[in-house]
């Protein structure tokens, strides 16, 4: 077992919480990623497929806006883990949960949302100090099924916030942050949803964050059992 070791930058961070040695030293013949758990309805999901220690799971206080912003960014983080690990050579498949892997050696990433929120986006885009920031936190557990039987080889929690992402406050000139929104309209800052989502990248930057930190375990694992081709 690894202790907790905390490593990343600004914005983005990942904790190690556990690593364990694989069923088989063989490399696996598949690897499966499902879109992350966002409430309790997700879970029943997967729950029969294989055991994952889902922690503090709750529908409870969730607008549907919410529901629908953090399934859209599950879906995506899976689909970019498993576009970014194939290019890596890990070929990797999102399966939608609630599907079985096959395979005789397959190690399987699931996890869930423990904390999602997509900030105030105006703030965000004319002050750029942090104010408004957007968050992305979740907890991956990677498993390995065999004949032999199913173990749980890695877990740890990532994390990721756009405080730190610039914005016209700082680009701008000076005083523009404490100008607020007539600052940015003065620099010709489109501050309508469609033109701050485009510049602040609202949770594509988070879901980036998020996705590079994934890879990285999987890779960094996938080096420490020579699995790596």
């Not at 598949?30 to 055991?51: E, G, H, R, T, W």
């Not at 004949?147 to 994390?159: I, K, W």
């Not at 989502?197 to 059992?225: A, E, F, H, P």
Request: aromatic content about 4%.
């Amino acid at each position: 077992m690894l202790s907790l070791a905390a490593m990343g930058c600004a914005g983005a961070q990942v904790t190690q919480q556990s690593s364990a040695a694989p069923i088989t030293a063989t490399p696996p013949t598949a690897v499966v990623v499902y879109p992350f758990a966002v409430d309790s309805s997700d879970v029943s999901l997967n729950s029969s497929i294989f055991q994952v220690a889902y922690r503090n799971m709750s529908g409870e206080d969730q607008s549907a806006e919410q529901l629908q912003l953090a399934h859209q960014t599950a879906q995506n983080i899976c689909v970019q883990v498993a576009a970014n690990l194939t290019q890596k050579g890990i070929t990797t498949t999102c399966l939608q949960r609630g599907v079985p892997p096959s395979g005789s050696n397959v190690l399987v990433l699931d996890g869930q949302f423990t904390d999602i929120s997509e900030g105030n986006r105006l703030r965000r885009m004319v002050i750029g100090l942090g104010a408004g920031a957007s968050k992305v936190d979740t907890v991956v557990q990677v498993i390995q099924k065999t004949p032999q039987g199913s173990s749980e080889l890695l877990d740890f929690a990532t994390s990721a916030d756009s405080g730190y992402m610039p914005g016209a406050g700082i680009t701008g000139p000076a005083g523009a942050a404490a100008g607020g929104a007539a600052a940015a309209a003065s620099l010709g800052v489109n501050i309508a949803a469609g033109g701050v989502k485009n510049v602040t990248s609202s949770t594509g930057y988070l879901v980036d964050k998020t996705t590079d930190q994934i890879v990285q375990q999987m890779v960094n694992y996938y080096n420490r059992q020579g699995w790596s081709s």
